[in-house]
């Protein structure tokens, strides 16, 4: 007589099989998993001298395929249930006898030895997604009867006595039949079911076997033909749960290119692992190249995810802060908390702190690459440094402790890259800025006029090249309680006394020929004075406090930009320079003519900091008429 479910209702039950479980392959994850329980159960049972010694290396599971039936088995020849077990843990959904068992073996010792995986009791209806039938035939340890459950879904089930030989559990499913959106037939071919135990159970402890087809030549013939051959389809250790010593470079790397699909080795191996109250095991890897989509939106950043060596997740992006995204690996840990599909993860302290614990060694990793092997770590920086430099950007500097030691920018020191650590240890005594320079490239940033002063003055200068060097400055503000100036903004505190005097003297002197040029140019330029920060060009300009000419450049670029949003200029002259001299003779002599010279000059300043001229038509012409002032002089 067929028994009901003992659920609240059969809505439970449709839920469990139609609503939990995001993909229906899964099924076979879960049918592994409760086999590899069983194998566990049995051995734990043996160690406490319950059931007679068990050989863990006979323990297996076998997965048999039979096209014609329709049918899919998996056997194992593990712990077994009696009718009474049977209807406890299949015929009530949610109850779960892994989890009663765990709570049990959490009490006794040796219990590292074994990993009971499934905890929820519905793992095994996750079949009824796949089978219009399932019957489970068990033998319990001990004991001489076997019981056969079987069951066609919501209905309800059946128990009775059965015939095994061996103690252990099959659990044989009835495939659906196909239909239009729906291919069951796929989980009865060879190729699929390698394909689905390498994914998800590739690292159970237990040998997963299966007869498979494989091409033979007969013998004094140039037939082909196929023979049976029972294969082993898991790897079952992990590569990393074995000890370091053990594991070669090669076998990193095979590993890395298998797992990860590249076609070059790794830069780098972080084999990581932390045991207590918190437990995990993570093999990272930094590419020795950019994948080509890593700046795209379809690039997912995150670690494979692996519970007691079961794979739960491909991309769990909770693990690795965009900063590393970079980062490809894999994380093992028995303490996470996972959902009742054990397809996502719960956000909690676990996942947090084992994410915390990943930063903290990525970055262990880099700087002790950046301080012992410079030459590898300018490599990295080659392909990543720009994503270092975004994850600094981002949150407003929320990163700033994690990656400002990270950072690398070319300087003025032998024009190589520098770390802001290495700068500053280099720093004059009495010397309170970080001083840099942006450009297009660093030929560009060592050709703006203020810098050729300022490191003839023995500053060393950072030169900064791509658009997002300078808001990476502007969130740090200071390092070790430097504060970064640029060469180019705002009041430049480096002259001498004398050369303050000079240029105060100087300017009381051109009073009038400045005031002139600042009239011209009207409300292009917020003032027009002589220079301190000059020293064989005649002219340049300078940003007032606040907006940078960089910053400018870089929103002007932006979708919706404000074409008003400008940086404050300000005209600054040599008055050293022969130029300065020839414009206060004109000045005297033809004041007239200051308007041309004075439009040309800030127009030479906006060419050499980078900037479109407002009317380059105008300008060609006044350059064409200084030209023709030039041939009448003469």
């Known amino acids: 007589m067929s028994k009901p479910f003992k659920a609240e209702s059969r809505r439970l039950l449709d839920l469990m099989i139609h609503s939990i479980y995001t993909h229906k392959e899964i099924f076979l994850r879960e049918l592994i998993s409760n086999a590899s329980d069983a194998l566990d159960k049995l051995y734990f049972m043996s160690l406490n001298d319950e059931v007679k010694e068990v050989d863990r290396t006979g323990l297996s599971i076998r997965i048999l395929v039979d096209k014609e039936a329709r049918t899919l088995s998996i056997v194992d020849n593990g712990v077994g249930m009696t009718s009474e077990e049977m209807e406890d843990n299949l015929g009530t959904i949610a109850k779960s006898g892994s989890f009663d068992f765990k709570q049990m073996m959490d009490q006794a010792q040796k219990k590292d030895e074994v990993d009971i995986i499934g905890q929820f009791g519905v793992g095994f209806y996750s079949a009824f997604m796949v089978a219009k039938k399932v019957e489970v035939v068990s033998r319990k340890a001990n004991t001489d009867v076997a019981f056969k459950f079987v069951s066609e879904g919501e209905e309800g089930y059946d128990i009775e006595e059965a015939q095994r030989d061996t103690v252990g559990t099959s659990v044989i499913l009835t495939l659906n039949d196909d239909t239009e959106d729906e291919d069951y037939s796929q989980y009865l071919d060879d190729f699929k079911i390698q394909e689905l135990v390498k994914k998800y159970s590739d690292y159970i402890r237990y040998p997963i076997l299966m007869d498979v087809e494989e091409e033979e030549k007969k013998e004094d013939s140039e037939e082909v033909g196929t023979k049976l051959v029972e294969k082993t389809l898991n790897s079952r250790i992990p590569l990393w749960k074995r000890s370091k010593s053990d594991i070669t470079k090669e076998d990193y790397n095979e590993f890395y290119k298998d797992k990860f699909e590249d076609y070059q080795d790794p830069q780098r191996v972080i084999h990581t692992n932390l045991e207590g109250s918190l437990s995990f095991d993570a093999m990272m890897f930094i590419p020795s190249h950019v994948p080509f989509n890593f700046y795209s939106a379809d690039y997912e950043k995150g670690l494979q995810l692996y519970s007691r060596g079961v794979f739960i997740l491909d991309k769990a992006k909770e693990l690795i802060p965009d900063a590393f995204r970079f980062v490809k690996g894999l994380v093992d840990s028995p303490d996470l908390s996972l959902n009742i599909s054990r397809e996502m993860l719960q956000h909690d302290r676990q996942l947090k702190a084992i994410a915390s614990r990943l930063e903290k060694k990525i970055k262990s990793e880099l700087l002790g690459m950046l301080k012992t092997e410079r030459e590898e770590y300018e490599k990295f920086w080659k392909n990543f440094g720009l994503q270092i430099k975004y994850g600094m950007y981002q949150n407003y500097g929320a990163n700033r402790e994690l990656l400002e030691d990270l950072l690398l920018f070319v300087s003025s020191h032998d024009n190589k890259l520098v770390s802001l650590e290495e700068y500053v240890a280099r720093m004059k005594e009495d010397q309170k800025e970080i001083y840099f320079v942006s450009g297009e490239t660093v030929e560009k940033c060592a050709a703006v006029p203020q810098s050729e002063w300022v490191r003839e003055k023995g500053f060393e200068i950072l030169y900064l090249t791509e658009d997002v060097d300078e808001f990476v ?48 140019l009207g409300a292009s330029v917020q003032d027009v004075r002589l220079s301190t920060r000059l020293k064989t060009h005649p002219v340049c300009l300078v940003s007032a406090d606040g907006l940078s000419f960089e910053m400018e450049k870089v929103l002007s670029q932006m979708p ?15 008055a050293g320079h022969p130029l300065f001299e020839a414009i206060k003779e004109i000045h005297r002599h033809d004041p007239e003519k200051i308007d041309n010279y004075a439009k040309v000059l800030y127009n030479q300043a906006l060419l050499i900091e980078g900037l479109p001229i407002d009317n380059p038509l105008e300008f060609s012409i006044q350059v064409s008429n200084l030209m023709i002032d030039a041939s009448r002089f003469h």
Do not use: C, M
Request: proline residues 2%; charged residues 40%.
């Open 473 to 520: 400055l502007q969130i740090l503000h200071t390092y070790k309680e430097k504060t970064f100036k640029s060469i180019n903004q705002g009041e430049l505190d480096i002259a001498s006394t004398e050369e303050k005097e000079e240029i105060q003297k100087k300017s009381e002197e051109s009073k009038d020929v400045l005031t002139k040029i600042k009239e011209v």
């Open 560 to 574: 919706d930009a404000n074409p008003n949003l400008k940086a404050g200029r300000i005209l600054e002259i040599n």
